[in-house]
């Protein structure tokens, strides 16, 4: 029987120990503002690309990123985090597996800042990292 009661109450334990790592927990600011944005990172994203550059050039992001020599602007996509300036992401979402016999030189790519939904003239972040 006093086996059993320790047993008890070594399960007891292990679950209290286990119930903080099993939760989760969503803290919600009411005061702050009433647009509350929730972003969920899948597991699966890919991440952010490594640029070689970027600048702001006329009214729009200009990035620079490495090819292979088939990489075109529809191979990415961009996320725009709305902070106290905008956070902007690049990602890549297709590989390019081209093995060009000529050097390619590295390739723009632009967006506007309508294209990334951008009041104009504001301040932006760009969070990938520099090769």
Do not use: H
């Not at 399960?11 to 509350?36: E, F, K, R």
């Not at 070689?52 to 200009?62: C, F, N, T």
């Not at 490495?66 to 961009?78: H, K, L, P």
Request: aromatic fraction near 4%; hydrophobic fraction near 45%; include cysteine.
């Amino acid at each position: 029987m006093r086996g059993q009661v320790m047993r008890g109450l070594k399960v007891l334990a292990l679950a209290g120990l286990l119930a903080p790592a099993l939760s989760a927990c969503v803290i919600y600011d009411s005061t702050a503002s009433d647009n509350v944005r929730v972003n969920v990172t899948r597991n699966d994203a890919p991440s952010a690309e490594t640029i070689r550059g970027a600048r702001i050039d006329d009214g729009a992001l200009v990035v620079l990123v490495s090819s292979n020599g088939c990489t075109t602007q529809a191979d990415f996509e961009v996320s725009v985090a709305d902070n106290r300036q905008a956070e902007v992401t690049v990602r890549r979402i297709k590989e390019d597996i081209c093995r060009s016999l000529v050097a390619v030189p590295d390739v723009e790519l632009r967006w506007t800042y309508a294209d990334l939904g951008i009041e104009a003239g504001s301040p932006v972040r760009i969070i990938n990292p520099l090769k």
